[in-house]
């Protein structure tokens, strides 16, 4: 059985601990607000997706916009993961990680530019997914000038519904993502009179955070019938990608077992694409990799009363973490040092940012919090840093990496000279 968080208490009278690490000690090592995050959770994650389809031959292409830390990066690439990238600065990050990892590389993204699509092709990455018939011509026109071949494969829209955030959707016809799975086959057509384009799959995501599995299997199905057309049309599609998406639990109280979730997921996939001989599957999980993995510690600055409410500001805010803010995310927060006796009590929990919005949790009976102590606002380790910002001119957090029983910095606290760095008066 794989716990599904690696934060815990060790004993009753202990402090919540990260793989057995005591939170309480890093945070006043490495001062707060501090991501921290354990490698062995990120490690048994990406196992769980590569174990799941070990039946086939795949590639698990980790989704570097929901944690792009270096280190993690290195971690996952020395295990055999291959990267889902959106821009130049992911890839340059691949590439500073292990140059060839490269050939591990799937580029996404609606918008590529000419230098963007450039570093790719010189860089050797394994396909293109193609989101439109106007990057089909530039990136036509950017390999006859390098004279370098691409392997691309059109990411389709299938027009599934899938249940999720309506921000983070986006497998329907009216989203901007993809071609309309309907008019896919002329723009392969187009495609296969490039001389320097090598059409070789299909590709497809549906959004994010989706929890169950039917609209993946329904989406792998309308890909399959196109791959299977395309074959007729004298194409030699092998490769799909199925996106990433999966979904996590973010109640507590709510039951979640990542296998049981896995295997759901690899079946109705499997399932779907069952009539594809020759498969080579291409994944790009992202949250479901790091998402549990990762913790925010912040301290309490004050604790407020204003009518009938209690505030608890913390010393983090939504600059630090956005999700409650923009998606109206819940994360479940908890004492890092339980103390005795403390009685329930409903709370917001804000940061300090001028927006009414900077709140990590509304309404939440948690145990009475007093100024000073330190609280951890759990599963932020998907889009927590990766979508911070310095907004109000705060400085980024710090990140630490717990592997085994040790834990080290990963990045340091942005200092406020980093901030102004790029500035003149
Ligand atoms: N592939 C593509 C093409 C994507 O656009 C995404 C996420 C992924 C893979 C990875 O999806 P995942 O497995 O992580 O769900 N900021 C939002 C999530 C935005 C997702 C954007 N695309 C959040 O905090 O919930």
Do not use: W
């Amino acid at each position: 059985m794989i716990s599904t968080r690696p934060f815990a208490y060790p004993a009753t009278q202990s402090p919540l601990a990260c793989d057995g690490v005591a939170l309480d000690a890093l945070a006043k090592k490495y001062g707060t607000p501090l991501y921290v995050y354990s490698a062995n959770q990120i490690l048994t994650r990406l196992q769980l997706f590569q174990k799941a389809f070990e039946t086939i031959p795949h590639l698990v292409c980790y989704s570097v916009k929901a944690n792009s830390a270096l280190a993690i990066l290195k971690l996952l690439d020395a295990h055999g993961a291959g990267f889902d990238i959106v821009s130049c600065g992911e890839l340059e990050r691949i590439l500073r990680v292990n140059r060839k990892a490269a050939q591990r590389v799937v580029f996404s993204g609606v918008g590529k530019t000419a230098a963007e699509i450039d570093l790719a092709l010189r860089s050797g990455i394994l396909i293109f997914n193609v989101e439109s018939a106007g990057e089909l011509d530039l990136l036509a026109e950017r390999t006859s000038k390098l004279r370098k071949r691409a392997r691309i494969a059109l990411r389709v829209n299938p027009d599934v519904f899938a249940e999720t955030h309506p921000y983070i959707s986006t497998g329907l016809r009216e989203h901007k993502f993809g071609i309309d799975i309907r008019q896919a086959r002329t723009v392969y057509k187009t495609a296969a009179k490039q001389k320097y384009l090598d059409p070789a799959g299909v590709s497809v995501h549906i959004g994010s955070q989706i929890r169950s599995t039917d609209p993946f299997g329904a989406a792998a199905e309308r890909v399959a019938q196109l791959v299977l057309d395309l074959r007729k049309d004298g194409l030699p599609i092998n490769s799909v990608d199925v996106g990433g998406g999966l979904g996590i639990e973010y109640h507590s109280d709510h039951t979640f077992e990542p296998e049981a979730k896995m295997q759901q997921y690899a079946d109705a996939l499997l399932k779907a694409l069952g009539p594809i001989e020759g498969l080579q599957l291409l994944l790009e999980p992202g949250r479901f990799i790091v998402a549990q993995a990762g913790a925010l510690l912040t301290r309490v600055l004050y604790v407020k009363k204003n009518g009938e409410k209690t505030f608890v500001v913390t010393d983090a805010a939504m600059n630090d973490l956005i999700r409650p803010a923009l998606y109206q995310a819940y994360h479940d927060i908890v004492p890092v040092v339980r103390r005795k006796g403390a009685r329930k009590k409903a709370v917001d929990v804000v940061g300090p940012v001028c927006e009414t919005g900077d709140f990590f949790a509304r309404d939440r009976e948690l145990p009475e919090l007093k100024p000073g102590e330190l609280v951890a606002i759990l599963d932020t380790g998907a889009y927590g840093l990766s979508l911070s910002s310095n907004y109000n001119s705060r400085p980024r957090p710090a990140e630490v990496l717990v592997e085994g029983k040790r834990a080290r910095l990963i990045r340091r606290r942005e200092t406020i000279d980093d901030l102004l760095a790029a500035e003149k008066m």
